[in-house]
């Protein structure tokens, strides 16, 4: 840290809100994130080395911070000003399909998502074996996985996103991935996710409006079709973190239920 900003001892480290995983600051012009390695979870990992591999190559692009300095289990990167994501879905939608576009990194990188109604139903049930309790049946939905794979945040929750004056930039990209870009459009439009974040679900109209302003028609299909699965799959998250004491997970799983319903 003090090679990127010699001045940190002096500056006042002002704790940031918005992350439920890590401790953060901003120092200066600068933002510090400490990981906590016992804060990841079956659904969202908590990588530093994915992230600060995700900063270099997309910070040139304006879809995130640049980093600056990293060490054994931190990193800082450049402020970014700006309130978290309240409103403005048409802004998310064209940022996350032209994030969605970028060629996929020559080296392995990032984890790997299975995609299709067969990857996102594993994917839970592995959850759900570390839980007490039990969920509905997520229902039948049929559809395989996607050749179509992009770089997505893997976490592109309202409190990942900085309405900066240039437009929307993602954080905390402890998880990014390869894999299908809808898993970026239901982690948005999760009612769980938005009320934990942002304290409401997003109206009907203007998660039509978000769907609508997306680019890829293919991938909007594809995430109307599997929606039932992300719904059941988000509910199994929320009873996980629920279930070790997060309390504020209880309404979010009843909210996914709902939705899973509709």
Not at 102 to 126: E, N
Not at 168 to 179: F, N, T
Not at 189 to 209: E, H, I
Not at 211 to 236: G, K
């Amino acid at each position: 840290m003090a090679a990127t900003n010699p001045d940190a001892a002096h500056l006042m480290w002002v704790p940031l809100r918005g992350g439920r995983v890590n401790q953060v600051w901003q120092v200066g012009d600068q933002v510090v994130k400490l990981y906590d390695p016992a804060a990841t979870s079956p659904l969202f990992p908590n990588d530093a080395a994915a992230e600060m591999a995700a900063l270099r190559a997309f910070a040139p692009a304006g879809f995130c911070p640049a980093l600056l300095a990293s060490g054994p289990n931190w990193i800082a990167y450049r402020h970014i000003a700006g309130p978290t994501w309240t409103q403005g879905v048409k802004a998310v939608a064209a940022m996350l399909g032209h994030l969605h576009t970028q060629p996929l990194p020559q080296q392995p990188l990032f984890r790997r998502l299975p995609s299709g109604a067969s990857g996102i139903l594993a994917q839970g049930r592995l959850i759900l074996a570390a839980c007490r309790g039990t969920l509905p049946d997520a229902g039948m939905v049929d559809l395989p996985e996607t050749p179509d794979l992009s770089v997505i945040h893997g976490d592109a929750v309202p409190g990942n996103i900085i309405m900066s004056a240039k437009g929307p930039v993602l954080i905390d990209w402890q998880c990014p991935a390869i894999g299908d870009p809808a898993e970026d459009l239901a982690a948005f439009l999760s009612p769980a996710m938005q009320v934990l974040y942002r304290g409401a679900v997003l109206t009907q109209d203007k998660g039509a409006a978000f769907l609508a302003a997306y680019p890829d028609p293919a991938t909007v299909a594809r995430y109307r079709a599997l929606a039932p699965l992300f719904h059941w799959r988000m509910a199994a998250h929320c009873l996980w973190k629920a279930e070790r004491g997060d309390v504020d997970y209880a309404q979010a799983l009843r909210l996914e239920l709902a939705a899973l319903k509709t």
